[in-house]
């Protein structure tokens, strides 16, 4: 994996990341990227079925990403929400409002066709903000 003192890479054991050849986080100066992340439970779709759970979910997951980084929920600037059904708008918005409602990010939810397993009912990104500027990660 390609390194430079201005970016930093972390991974996780979701078996995705070796498969399509990504990162689970990238810090870029003030910046703390995290892919879009599913509902895992190690390599299980967790609250299979239930919207508001696999939000729950996947963002503590996207949340822990940012743990190396010394960061968490107060620091996230940007969200975004790929729901795979429309009546799953209120739970997941929900989930969300739990999670982020004090932090007040940006945030979009999009409609998709699906995702890469049939059980996941939304899949999220974060994007975080790091006031050192990454000088100390």
């Known amino acids: 994996m390609t390194e430079t003192p201005a970016v930093r890479r972390t991974q996780t054991d979701s078996p995705w990341e070796e498969t399509i050849g990504f990162a689970r986080a990238v810090a870029a100066g003030d910046r703390v990227l995290v892919s879009g992340t599913m509902p ?46 429309a009546r799953d708008v209120e739970d997941v918005g929900r989930a969300h409002r739990e999670l982020f409602g004090q932090v007040r990010p940006v945030t979009t939810m999009v409609m998709v066709n699906g995702f890469t397993d049939s059980r996941v009912l939304v899949e999220v990104e974060i994007e975080a903000f790091r006031a050192d500027g990454g000088a100390t990660a």
């Open 40 to 85: 895992l439970v190690g390599s299980t779709i967790g609250g299979e079925g239930s919207p508001y759970e696999q939000t729950l979910l996947a963002f503590r997951n996207a949340l822990t990403a940012l743990e190396p980084f010394g960061l968490g929920a107060p620091d996230v600037i940007r969200t975004r929400m790929y729901l795979s059904h």
